[in-house]
């Protein structure tokens, strides 16, 4: 880790830098991809399958056989802790669903707003080195609230054509209406523009490498709606002296593992902390399977010494992190004060895997600074919001002088006929 001690202020912003990636040179590639598909579809999907995954697929669709075998494969207490983190994450996101309470806004005329599930969605799950079945469980169970009438799943196939059971488990337990062995730019694509085997959906959500980042974001440049901007994941830990070492290693070293591009952060006012966080990173890092991985993670990531916690508070929310772990003495106060995060966790007992996997919490967050203007998923991602409105003629009678007036003076006069037509 680079160690940082009393930046000025003015250095802030290219210390907290994340890694830098060229999306140019991607495009070209990506937008070439998903083209084939829009013009060709299922023949282009399988045939960027055979060359990116390395297998030949004759169907695209998961079959209802081998959604009954993997329920039946999958061990059971691996269905017993994905059976809690579905119920803890849907008591969470159950409770965003928001009434529909009419305001009187004057007498006579009734306004209200509505939440209305977005029909088709499509969630994009990597299957890779690491199948993240946990991501399923939170985009699947908010979509599932929100009453989205179709979820379409796509997840890369492996070498054998097919899907890690927990991936159809998880996808059959929270009402995943349809799944399909694809992955990367040509799985966006599909469930972009439709073919003749996978449907078209209205927004796209989930996480992915470079390329289908980078196809979600030409795709959105197209008009189709997506989560949000992402890029690698990446912990930010705000410590004093009463956090302990080993914990902050761990931390730093759960979201390490998940990429060499992945960032982490500790900020604190104790520079002695941060020689111990090094020998436990030490430590820790050879018990580990990803090591490798990690340690090419760690070399993008800073330690920083600021003279205060005030300041580092600052810091903190100058660098808006996805995951922020306030491991500190009176961590709930110093929560008050944060105003850039995408989900926090407090005090020395609150793991960031937590949130990833089973408090409740959506896992899905804004990276790259995003969290200073967008919200993790939850399960107003998945729905439309539609305003009404509802007039008596007597409500007409005494709004209408405030709206011919009004059109009148923009030059409109359609507009105040449409009110005195009517009274």
Known sequence: MDLYINPAQETWKAILQRPVFDASALQEKVAAVLNEVKLN???????????FDGVELNELAVTPDELVNAVQSLPAALKQAIAVAAANIK?????????????????????????VGIEKV????????????????MLGIPANIAGCKEIVLCSPPSKEGTLNPAILYAAQLVGVTRIYKLGGVQAIAAMAYGTET???????FGPGNQYVTCAKQLVQQQGLAIDMPAGPSEVCVLADNTANPAFIAADLLSQAEHGADSQVLLVTDKKELVTEVEQELTRQLEQLPRRDIAAKALENSKAIVMPSIEEA??????????????????EEAIAERISNAGSVF????APESVGDYASGTNHTLPTNGFARSYSGVSVDSFVKKITYQKLSPEGLQRIAGTVTTMAEAEGLQAHANAVTIRL
Not at 91 to 115: D, Y
Not at 198 to 204: D, E, F, R, S
Not at 313 to 330: G, P, R
Request: negative net charge.
């Open 346 to 349: 407090l005090g020395n007992y």
């Open 122 to 137: 499509g969630l994009y799950i990597p299957g890779g080195s690491a199948p993240l079945f946990s991501t399923i469980l």
């Open 313 to 330: 508070i600052a810091l903190v929310n100058e660098y808006a992190a996805e995951h922020l772990i306030i491991a500190c003495e009176n």
């Open 91 to 115: 008591a969470f996101h159950e409770n965003q669903l928001a009434g529909s309470e009419v305001i009187e806004t004057m007498p006579g005329i009734r306004c209200w707003r509505k939440s």
């Open 198 to 204: 996978v449907p078209q959906v209205y927004k796209i």
């Open 41 to 51: 579809g299922d023949q282009a999907l399988k045939k960027y399958t055979a060359l």
